[in-house]
Each structure stands twice: as structure tokens, then as C-alpha cells.
T-cell receptor, first 115, second 110 residues
Framework: GDSVTQMEGPVTLSEEAFLTINCTYT??????LFWYVQYPGEGLQLLLK???ADDKGSNKGFEATYRKETTSFHLEKGSVQVSDSAVYFC??????????????WGLGTSLAVNP | DAGITQSPRYKITETGRQVTLMCHQT?????MFWYRQDLGHGLRLIYY???????DKGEVPDGYVVSRSKTENFPLTLESATRSQTSVYFC?????????FGDGTRLSIL
């Protein structure tokens, strides 16, 4: 079945460092890919998405490119801030009517940014 | 205010008790979901609903019951709570993608 694998955390960085969180997937067909973020004490919220190969999603300085050849959707940010400390989830959704809008989730990667 | 709200935010109960977690959304989204979040397991889908009166099991449905008589509400009931059901529970809704999440209910079962 479909699956998503994320790099294990926690990841600890200093402010202004470069961030990469790896995400790879296994899926048939052409799924949509997502990154969600969970700030402390809150629910998850969509950070960015990509719906087809070579699409780049971007938001709040974060970027991820849908790479079908490597089945990857790595999250990057050039200069992290303390306010980026959160848990980041990679997820996929199959684009078919039988999917019932379900998401397949990675286990999440905790990021802590120190000043 | 528009959005998705969960209640209560925190709940402590005892094993064997019945407890109901509430979820209400104001967007008229057709799809709603219940997840539990546990360290080392990420998010696991308990139940989901495609529309009023249509529900289906997710990955971990045992010990839980849901209903959806109205589009906007999707309560989750633990019929006889066990310690293994101590978790943070999230409700989400969508009309497609993305899913929109509530702030969660932290449930402790003693």
C-alpha cells in the first residue's frame, strides 16, 4: 500500500541555519503531496502542497519540489527562525474518487530552533 | 466564528467510563476525520465520514464509535475507556484537500 517515510527527529538548528527535512513516498499513480506543520499546543495546518511532478510548493519561506523520479518531497528553508520550531508532517493523497480524501501520513519530524 | 472546534480541550476520566469528544465545523465540509496522535506513531486515522449518515473505519477503530447525524458535527465516543486510549485526539474536515484541523482534545485515562 501507499506509505510516507520522513527523516527521524528531533532536528535542532541554530537560528538562520539551512533546513532540510527529507520525505520519500511509495504510491501508485500520481498522488498529491503535502507538508503540514503543527505548532505547540495546536492542530495541524497546511504548509504547502504540490499536485503533480516537478511542481514546487512554497509558503512562509519553505519550499518543496515534487520529484517523481526519486519519489521525494523534501522540505527546505534557507534561514530558519525560532518561530519555525514545530513538528512537520509529510503526507500524500491519491487523486481518485475512491480515496475518500484520506491522507497517508509520515510520522512527523520535530524541529527545534535555538536563538 | 468559522472554523472547526473541538471540546473539551482536556479531559481526565477513569477506565471503564464512557466519554464523548465533540467536533463541530462551520464550513459545511462533507468529509470529517478523527485521528489520534501518539509519540512514535504520528497520526492514526480512527474513523472518517464522507457525508451525514456515512461513516467508515480507519486504521485503529476498535473501542471507538462515531455518528454523524448532521453535516457539521462528528462526535467520537469511547464506549468503555482503557488506558491505551490516553492520547491527543484531533478532528479534521475537508471538502477535498487540504484537511482543516481542530486544536485537539488531550484525553487522559487513569
Amino acid at each position: 500500500g501507499d506509505s510516507v517515510t520522513q527523516m527521524e527527529g528531533p532536528v535542532t538548528l541554530s537560528e538562520e541555519a539551512f533546513l532540510t527535512i527529507n520525505c520519500t513516498y511509495t504510491a501508485t499513480g500520481y498522488p498529491s503531496l503535502f507538508w503540514y506543520v503543527q505548532y505547540p499546543g495546536e492542530g495541524l495546518q497546511l504548509l504547502l502542497k504540490a499536485t503533480k511532478a516537478d511542481d514546487k510548493g512554497s509558503n512562509k519561506g519553505f519550499e518543496a519540489t515534487y520529484r517523481k523520479e526519486t519519489t521525494s518531497f523534501h522540505l527546505e528553508k534557507g534561514s530558519v527562525q525560532v518561530s519555525d520550531s514545530a513538528v512537520y508532517f509529510c503526507a500524500l493523497s491519491q487523486n481518485n474518487a475512491g480515496n475518500n480524501r484520506k491522507l497517508i501520513w509520515g510520522l512527523g519530524t520535530s524541529l527545534a530552533v535555538n536563538p | 466564528d468559522a472554523g472547526i472546534t473541538q471540546s473539551p480541550r482536556y479531559k481526565i476520566t477513569e477506565t471503564g467510563r464512557q466519554v464523548t469528544l465533540m467536533c463541530h465545523q462551520t464550513w459545511s465540509h462533507s468529509y470529517m476525520f478523527w485521528y489520534r496522535q501518539d509519540l512514535g506513531h504520528g497520526l492514526r486515522l480512527i474513523y472518517y465520514s464522507a457525508a451525514a449518515d456515512i461513516t467508515d473505519k480507519g486504521e485503529v477503530p476498535d473501542g471507538y464509535v462515531v455518528s454523524r447525524s448532521k453535516t457539521e458535527n462528528f462526535p467520537l465516543t469511547l464506549e468503555s475507556a482503557t488506558r491505551s486510549q490516553t492520547s491527543v485526539y484531533f478532528c479534521a474536515s475537508s471538502s477535498g484537500q487540504p484537511q482543516h484541523f481542530g486544536d485537539g482534545t488531550r484525553l487522559s485515562i487513569l
